[in-house]
């Protein structure tokens, strides 16, 4: 993990979460995929590994899961260590792979029903589970068809429901919308918000900077292996120094407005440009109403307000010096 | 183990639906033995004898003459016509292939085997004799041997002072007893299966090593459409997806192997004997095979190598086990070919086929067992570079 400096609003006990990594290191003949990597996860709560491709996301998540050892570090699932020796501990994970995890000449129902019989189910629990979830991915009029002849957005769709078969306490998403058309991928990030809504601690990782800004309640940013940095989005943005900015267009008493701004607290700075103020404030979502009221209260007839944030493309530019998509 | 036998029916189901297994396994090589079968059965029906005739000239009213064309003429299995014919035509109809040989019989062969003199008798056999001409002459020459003894027979008897009206008896004796010495099928003999049963057995031998590979492709499959890493992420140990592709193998082998053998025993009319023993054998021979996948699962990275790796197992051990041709070698090579569980299998069979029962095929068991064994330790020694399982 990188040093203490960068680590951000975790001070969350151990108790309660359901997913706690220490220390994760994992190496491959000379190149250290994973190296000291630590982060927990709390029921409810969405955490996202956000990095590029190659940066060791997918090491991180096999170590979790319990498919590969760690040289070093621990992983502790519902409390459990796991190990891929060890079943139990696996009980409580839903592996979402990044490819399609599925058995293409088994029919919708037929993939469930197996992967329900290797998570311990059977009986009619298994039965009625399998037409829930079936339901829950929009499944169930093609519950008999077999997954080869599914588009790629519901063969999507059986992958991720495989890993929600047998209500684990984390679900794990390894890049879930690689390759997946935009109504498809809508539909898989409202299906992890909805899972997160209903209690369900999940790992999510992308690279996709939106999905994690969407999803993900704390976010990791992993380069080389190494979290960069860890919290929530304001909290990153924040670490790297990110403001806000407003541009307010329009005309009148341009001068009065800018000192009655001056006063706001969240307002940082004010300048001049043009027809239009440009402001560096702090929050600007929570500000810009007051904002509005100031610059109209001292004379100015507003034409046109602008926000602009900083986001996690530009907070992953600054930690690693490199594009997200690079 | 109810995961096992979960991994390994959907395995199965999914085997059987895309129809890989039954092409492979059953129609590919039913399909083999059916033209290698025509092959044979082709070379064997060229090997029939046709009607034979033989142009003789024998003295008139010599009796051990007649003798001669009548021993010809009553051998069981060959069909063989005697025209009597004077000693210028018998020579003519050889050479012009109207009389598969001629037979020249001189005056005086009588007297002479009574005087214990003997004489001359000559075959003449044409240019266009071919193997009937050869087999012919081969059986005139057994017969006039038995006529030789006979001469050899009444000269010692003379020689020991028997009354000379004696010796026609024993020339008679000598020429018409039956052998005291008979030739019995020894246990080698036994073990030779007929052309079609080697053919039926050698070729359910050798797809074998085909079919227990299904378990390594599938194997290599579920790492390929990203079902691996989540069967690893089950709550079970690692080893018990290579337990149940193993299993696949197994079972996998066992029925095509059956289907093959009581298939291409019906089709080619082989009986292969003992229903137990066969089994044994058939048990036997795939747990050497499916000993195999383990080695190959270990070894391949991907599915190309594990083909690779499989196809060339499985025509080296095919061929040296005898799937298409029997192979003879001494010394140490001869030994190492006997450790070949298709040639021990194949061997098995021959003893079942020629009326072995369990107790009989040891020697093939314990050969086949012992390789599942060897190759089982050999497949944990070996650098894990396919499963990581």
């Known amino acids: 993990m990188a040093g203490d400096e960068d680590q951000v609003g975790d001070t969350r006990g151990a108790v309660d979460d359901v997913l706690v990594v220490d220390g994760l290191s994992r190496r491959f003949g000379e190149l250290r995929a994973v190296d000291e990597v630590s982060f927990r996860i709390a029921p409810g709560e969405t955490y996202g590994l956000l990095g590029p491709n190659g940066a060791g996301k997918t090491t991180t998540i096999s170590m979790v899961a319990g498919l590969i050892r760690a040289d070093a570090g621990t992983v502790r699932v519902a409390g459990q260590r796991m190990s891929p020796s060890h079943p139990q501990p696996k009980r409580h994970i839903g592996l979402v792979p990044q490819d399609l995890a599925i058995y293409p000449e088994l029919s919708a129902r037929e993939n469930l029903v197996f992967f329900g019989r290797l998570q311990g189910m059977g009986g009619a629990d ?21 997954s080869k002849n599914f588009s790629g957005g519901m063969k999507r769709r059986l992958n991720i429901g495989i890993g929600l078969l047998h209500e684990p306490h984390l679900l794990i998403l390894d890049e879930p919308t690689v390759g997946v058309d935009p109504q498809s991928r809508n539909s898989i990030l409202e299906s992890v918000e909805r899972l997160s809504t209903a209690g369900m601690a999940v790992l999510y990782t992308t690279h996709y900077m939106e999905e994690a800004e969407r999803l993900c309640d704390r976010i990791g940013i992993i380069d080389t292996g190494r979290i960069q940095a860890e919290g929530t989005r304001d909290e990153l943005i924040r670490l790297t120094g990110g403001v806000d900015q407003i541009r307010l267009a329009g005309t009148g008493d341009l001068t009065h407005a800018i000192e009655s701004l001056r006063e706001l607290p969240a307002v940082e700075q004010v300048d001049h440009d043009g027809l239009a103020l440009r402001l560096t404030v702090h929050g600007a979502p929570t500000a810009v109403a007051e904002i509005v009221t100031r610059a109209t209260g001292a004379g100015m007839s507003l034409a046109d307000v602008e926000i602009t944030r900083p986001d996690l493309e530009s907070v992953f530019l600054q930690l690693t010096g490199k594009a997200l998509r690079d | 183990m109810g995961r096992i036998w979960t991994m390994t029916a959907a395995d199965l189901k999914q085997r059987i639906r895309d129809r890989s297994v039954i092409i492979f396994a059953i129609v590919v ?34 009796a051990s003459a007649d003798g001669v064309l009548s021993a010809l003429e009553g051998i069981e299995g060959l069909s063989i016509t005697v025209n009597q014919v004077d000693e210028d035509r018998a020579r003519a109809d050889a050479r012009d292939g109207t009389a598969t040989v001629g037979l020249l019989i001189p005056e005086g062969f009588g007297a002479g085997l009574s005087s214990g003199e003997g004489c001359d008798v000559t075959v003449i056999e044409g240019d266009g004799a071919g193997l009937e001409g050869q087999v012919l002459t081969s059986v005139l020459t057994g017969i006039v041997d038995r006529f030789a003894a006979a001469t050899v027979a009444t000269q010692a008897a003379g020689a020991l002072g028997v009354p000379a009206a004696d010796l026609q008896d024993i020339a008679q004796d000598v020429t018409t007893a039956a052998p005291s010495i008979s030739l019995t099928d020894g246990q080698a003999s036994d073990e030779q299966l007929s052309d079609s049963g080697a053919l039926v057995a050698g070729q359910a031998g050798l797809f074998l090593l085909f079919t227990v590979g299904f378990g390594v492709l599938s194997l290599n499959a579920e790492r390929d459409q990203g079902t691996l890493p989540r069967l690893l992420s089950m709550p079970m140990r690692p080893s018990a997806v290579l337990i149940s592709k193993g299993l696949v193998s197994f079972l996998l082998g066992i029925v095509a192997t059956t289907i093959l053998l009581v298939a291409g025993g019906l089709m080619f009319d082989v009986n292969f004997g003992s229903l137990p023993a066969v089994a044994l054998l058939v048990l036997s021979v795939v747990t050497a095979a499916t000993s195999l996948m383990f080695v190959i699962a270990r070894v391949a990275k991907t599915a190309e190598q594990a083909n690779i790796a499989q196809s060339i197992i499985a025509v080296t051990l095919g061929v040296a086990g005898g799937a298409f041709f029997p192979l003879a070698a001494s010394g140490l090579l001869g030994r190492l070919l006997d450790l070949n569980p298709v040639a021990a299998f194949i061997r098995g069979l021959g003893i079942t086929s020629g009326g072995g029962g369990v107790a009989d095929i040891a020697g093939p068991v314990l050969i086949m067992f012992g390789f599942a064994v060897v190759v089982g330790v050999i497949s944990r020694l070996v650098p894990d570079r396919g499963t990581s399982l």
């Open chain 2, 29 to 62: 090589p039913l399909a083999l033995m059916g033209i290698l079968n025509l092959i044979i059965g082709g070379a064997e029906e060229g090997t029939e004898l046709g009607d034979m005739t033989v142009a003789a000239s024998v003295p008139q009213g010599d």
């Open chain 1, 126 to 146: 298994l039965k009625g589970r399998v037409q829930e979830v079936l339901e829950l991915i929009g499944l169930a009029d093609r519950a008999k068809d077999k």
